[in-house]
């Protein structure tokens, strides 16, 4: 049990052009979800949280206007990057916690990004 | 501020045992975890510890002592497919995951 997917897992796009990337809990509800960017060789680097309904908590220095979050139901977060330019390139992945237990997350397989 | 530390790469050989240690500084603490993260992947479950002491899980331990801010991942009976990144991972006061900066483990035969 569970899962979560994301969508695309991988996107090449062309600099000044959006992506939505689609983040899907599968067999369970999550009213928060989480979107993390990660560099080669760093580690993950919270961008905001995202809460079922309302809107997203956005990390220091993360703008929101370029990185638009919706939670639209319990079960998808999509996050778009509008006017991507090519410091943008990186892996993006998702998290969903369970309202339960030890609030562990559960990740998504990523999206990797690159912007030419 | 909230730090979590932890080494940037340890060398082990294949069939050996293998502790892997971080310290944490955050504020509050509501567990610990730590995840497995090949490269290219996304970060997998291994440990969750709340409460002072081991939990083991077959190959896998984790051990906690929150007076000292220390944890460690023991891996036991290496296997070249333990190659990998380990993050340690904080739960603060507000349920945010603190992240250390991973650990890479290489294996050799």
């Known amino acids: 049990g569970a899962v979560v997917s994301q969508h695309p897992s991988r996107v090449i796009c062309k600099s000044g052009t959006s992506v939505k990337i689609e983040c899907r809990s599968l067999?369970?509800?999550?009213?928060?979800m989480f979107w993390y960017r990660q560099f080669p060789k760093q580690s993950l680097m919270l961008m905001a949280t995202?809460?079922?309904?309302?809107?997203?908590?956005?990390e220091q220095g993360v703008e929101k206007d370029k990185f638009l979050i919706n939670h639209a139901s319990l079960t998808l977060s999509t996050l778009t990057v509008t006017s991507a330019h090519p410091e943008d390139s990186s892996f993006y992945i998702c998290?969903?916690?369970?309202?339960?237990?030890?609030?562990?997350?559960?990740f998504g397989p990523g999206t990797r990004l690159t912007v030419l | 501020g909230q730090n979590i530390d932890q080494p940037t790469e340890m060398t082990a050989t294949e069939g050996a045992i293998v502790q892997i240690n971080c310290t944490y500084q955050?504020?509050?603490?509501?567990?610990l975890f730590w995840y497995q993260q090949h490269a290219g992947e996304a970060p997998t479950f291994l440990s969750y510890?709340?409460l002072d002491g081991l939990e083991e899980k077959g190959r896998f331990s984790s051990f906690l002592s929150r007076s000292k801010g220390y944890s460690y991942l023991l891996l036991k009976e290496l296997q070249m497919k333990d190659s990998a990144s380990y993050l340690c991972?904080?739960?603060?006061?507000?349920?945010?995951?603190?992240w250390g900066a991973g650990t890479k483990l290489i294996i050799k035969p």
């Open positions: 510890n709340v």
């Open positions: 995202s809460n079922e309904g309302s809107k997203a908590t956005y």
């Open positions: 955050t504020s509050g603490f509501n567990g």
């Open positions: 991972a904080v739960m603060d006061s507000n349920y945010q995951l603190i």
């Open positions: 067999d369970f509800q999550a009213t928060t």
């Open positions: 998290s969903a916690r369970l309202a339960r237990g030890n609030n562990e997350q559960f």
